[in-house]
């Protein structure tokens, strides 16, 4: 990987990470933030993480995979209740990675 | 008048274990798509932002292009804007500078915290604190990838494991904003649909074009439902319009 490349991905998270914090701070100090803009942003996030997370779970080097060996997927069916129920990160990433390493163990 | 009290490593523990645990696998993938500590570190800093830097390094790894790699982040990191007009109120006297390093310490984990902990009256939460809190948190988060990065190269780690980790990470956040009926319809339906999009959109911009389509829906109806439910309301139109939305109401 050129590191142009590189650099060029750091400096465009570096932008895209900064631009949406910063921006509604700064108009907020003039101007309200038009309402139906406020809530357009709040579906914005079920949306986009459901969007990352089925292609993850249900794609297998791009295709349809529905099979038992599956493992993301089969992962995924067995924490969504744990995760769910605790709303949290920590749990989300412990419970996956445990349960994906047992999977990948035993299938 | 401290940035670094003894509440705000109270309040932070948590957050540390956490960064440091994600940064650690962030650093490892970041290794297999050719980063060094010090990419790692100095993305850590400028971006500072867990979800988009996973997303950033897996496109990387599909040599993905700009536009996709900016559109794609940029849509992951919109609901940062939400968080800080929401905390904008509670810093509103404050400095530009103040406002712009406040903003930029700002994530899932911090917004919360800093919002409760401003909330809870007894507390007297400073802005010092608030902002020692923000830096904290990125310093651990910045160290973490760096010697997730460094470290990998000492263990033979697997990589379909590092790739599920960002997946339970994102279903992890995603289950923070499933509040209501309308939410989940909305995130279920971008999941179908990045699916199907997959097959056909080219440039990865599945994932753009999957969340703006539900979304923009979801958002429509909602003012559709509230015209038709609101009709005489003028005044404050601000006043509580999102809160009522997070209770639990229906598009």
Known sequence: ?107 | MGFITRRVLQKDAPIILGYWVLGMACGMLGEKAGLNPFHMFIMSVLAFAGSSQFIGIAMMLQSASYISIALTILMVNLRYALFTSTLAPLVSKKSALYTTLFSYGTTDETFAVNLSSFQEEADHWTHEEALGLDFLSMLVWAVANAFGCYASKLVQLDLSLVSYILTAMFLGIWSNYLKNRTMVFTGLAAGVLAVLFSQVVPFKLHIVLASLLPSGLAAWLYLQHEKKSQPQKTAGPEEGSCDSMEGGTEA
Not at chain 1, 28 to 45: C, D, G
Not at chain 1, 56 to 73: A, C, K, M, R, Y
Not at chain 1, 88 to 104: D, I, R
Request: hydrophobic share 55%.
């Open chain 1, 1 to 107: 990987m050129s590191q142009q490349y590189i650099f060029g991905v750091i400096l465009i998270m570096a932008l895209t990470g900064f631009l949406p914090r910063i921006i509604p701070m700064a108009i907020l100090k003039k101007h309200p933030i038009p309402h139906w803009f406020k809530v357009w942003l709040t579906f914005v996030p079920p949306a986009i993480f459901g969007a990352l997370v089925f292609p993850d779970i249900f794609l297998t080097e791009g295709h349809l995979n529905l099979s038992f060996h599956n493992i993301p997927l089969l992962t995924t069916l067995l924490i969504t209740p744990l995760v769910l129920k605790t709303k949290s990160l920590g749990v989300a990433v412990l419970a996956g990675g445990g349960v994906f390493a047992l999977l990948e163990y035993f299938l």
